[in-house]
């Protein structure tokens, strides 16, 4: 697995995302299960874990703190703070004296007794971001944090929170049908030299093919509440994974292969963090980072999926609000 850098964090080029082990995509999977999957990506090359206080919640960081504790020297670990369950809803909490009480529950959880990649989950609009970046700097000085980012934060609030504490890289969404951190973040990131972690590189599963207009998802998936995965949304964007699917033929690759080598050829500072619960997807999800594309074949690429128009939002409305602050 070849390697990158995360500002000066070094990293393999793509790391797992953990949360769908026990969060987010239906019921929490065999914990023992999961652990030898874990494993398996770390002999395969990764070195990059990813988890949050929240996802579970505290059951994942569990999870990846009993999986990684053998190998934990030669690993990159990222936690997130910032999202608190309050009567069973998460809101955005980020006062000092709640990141303070989490950081110590993240450490326990993790078995470490120090976070490589801290993130703020998600922008708390009540708390100055200066605070946040002054708690976190604090946090650095005492040895329990060696890298802090932020995810899906504006641009605005990235550059006064790098102002206070040195940002090693924020994350957020990014795939081939979701492009919108071109826009402003890319050349924000250029100029701050702060390396970009995508989360949902193959679109919820979206770029994989496995979906059509008859797809369903369970009440606990969610999917079920993003507009994107809406039956006449997936029917409507047939074109764009047929695209997708033709390429790959072509390229004697998978669309998840092609999706994954696609983000990795858009700049050399990104390392997504694709997430599975099976072994067989972790294995050629990997694979990808040797599928190698031209700079001839991106632009043609970009040119061509700019061409056709994605329906359906990807979040629901009461998630939109919550990012880009």
Same mark, same amino acid.
Request: a neutral charge.
């Given at each position: 697995? !070849?390697?990158? /850098?995360?500002?000066?964090? #070094?990293?393999? $080029?793509?790391?797992?995302? @953990?949360? %769908?082990?026990?969060?987010?995509?239906g019921p929490a999977?065999?914990?023992?299960?999961?652990?030898?999957?874990?494993?398996?990506?770390?002999?395969?090359?990764?070195?990059?874990?990813?988890? $949050?206080?929240?996802?579970?919640?505290? &059951?994942?960081?569990?999870?990846? %703190?009993?999986?990684? #504790?053998?190998?934990?020297?030669?690993?990159?670990?990222?936690?997130?703070?910032?999202?608190?369950?309050?009567?069973?809803? !998460?809101?955005?909490?980020?006062?000092?004296?709640?990141?303070?009480?989490?950081?110590?529950?993240?450490?326990?959880?993790?078995?470490?007794?120090?976070?490589?990649?801290?993130?703020?989950?998600?922008?708390?609009?009540?708390?100055?971001? +200066?605070?946040?970046?002054?708690?976190?700097?604090?946090?650095?000085? =005492?040895?329990?944090?060696?890298?802090?980012?932020?995810?899906?934060?504006?641009?605005n609030t990235i550059?006064?929170?790098?102002?206070? @504490?040195?940002?090693?890289?924020?994350?957020?969404?990014?795939?081939?049908?979701?492009? +919108?951190? #071109?826009?402003? &973040?890319?050349?924000?990131?250029?100029?701050?030299?702060?390396?970009?972690?995508?989360?949902?590189?193959?679109?919820?599963?979206?770029?994989?093919?496995?979906?059509? *207009?008859?797809?369903?998802?369970?009440?606990?998936?969610?999917?079920?509440?993003?507009?994107?995965?809406? *039956?006449?949304?997936?029917?409507?964007?047939? /074109?764009?994974?047929?695209?997708?699917?033709?390429?790959?033929?072509? /390229?004697?690759?998978?669309?998840?292969?092609?999706?994954?080598?696609?983000?990795?050829?858009? *700049?050399?500072?990104?390392?997504p963090i694709p997430?599975?619960?099976?072994?067989?997807?972790? =294995? #050629?999800?990997? *694979?990808?980072?040797?599928?190698? &594309?031209?700079?001839?074949?991106? !632009?043609?690429?970009?040119?061509?999926?700019?061409?056709?128009?994605?329906?359906?939002?990807?979040?629901? /409305? +009461?998630? !939109?609000?919550?990012?880009?602050?």
């Amino acid at each position: 697995m !070849q390697k990158r /850098k995360l500002k000066d964090l #070094e990293v393999s $080029a793509i790391g797992l995302g @953990c949360m %769908g082990m026990s969060h987010g995509y239906g019921p929490a999977c065999d914990k023992n299960e999961m652990i030898k999957l874990i494993h398996h990506a770390f002999d395969l090359g990764v070195t990059f874990f990813d988890t $949050a206080e929240v996802y579970g919640p505290y &059951l994942n960081e569990e999870l990846v %703190g009993e999986a990684l #504790e053998p190998i934990r020297d030669k690993v990159v670990i990222a936690t997130k703070f910032g999202i608190q369950m309050e009567n069973g809803k !998460q809101v955005q909490n980020s006062k000092p004296e709640v990141i303070k009480k989490s950081i110590e529950g993240s450490l326990k959880r993790l078995r470490i007794d120090c976070i490589d990649l801290y993130y703020l989950h998600r922008v708390d609009t009540n708390t100055p971001i +200066e605070d946040v970046a002054q708690t976190v700097k604090d946090l650095i000085k =005492e040895g329990k944090v060696k890298h802090w980012g932020l995810s899906e934060a504006g641009v605005n609030t990235i550059r006064k929170a790098n102002e206070i @504490c040195p940002v090693t890289a924020i994350q957020s969404e990014y795939s081939m049908w979701w492009r +919108e951190p #071109e826009k402003e &973040l890319f050349p924000l990131l250029e100029e701050l030299n702060i390396g970009f972690v995508p989360f949902s590189p193959l679109g919820k599963g979206y770029l994989t093919g496995r979906f059509d *207009k008859n797809s369903t998802f369970e009440k606990d998936d969610f999917r079920s509440i993003v507009p994107r995965f809406q *039956k006449e949304n997936l029917e409507a964007n047939q /074109k764009f994974i047929d695209y997708v699917k033709d390429l790959a033929n072509k /390229k004697g690759v998978t669309p998840a292969q092609l999706a994954l080598s696609w983000v990795l050829a858009q *700049k050399p500072y990104i390392a997504p963090i694709p997430g599975t619960r099976k072994i067989e997807r972790l =294995e #050629e999800n990997l *694979k990808s980072s040797d599928v190698l &594309l031209t700079y001839e074949e991106v !632009q043609k690429i970009n040119s061509e999926i700019e061409k056709i128009k994605i329906i359906g939002a990807r979040y629901p /409305k +009461e998630l !939109q609000a919550r990012v880009g602050k």
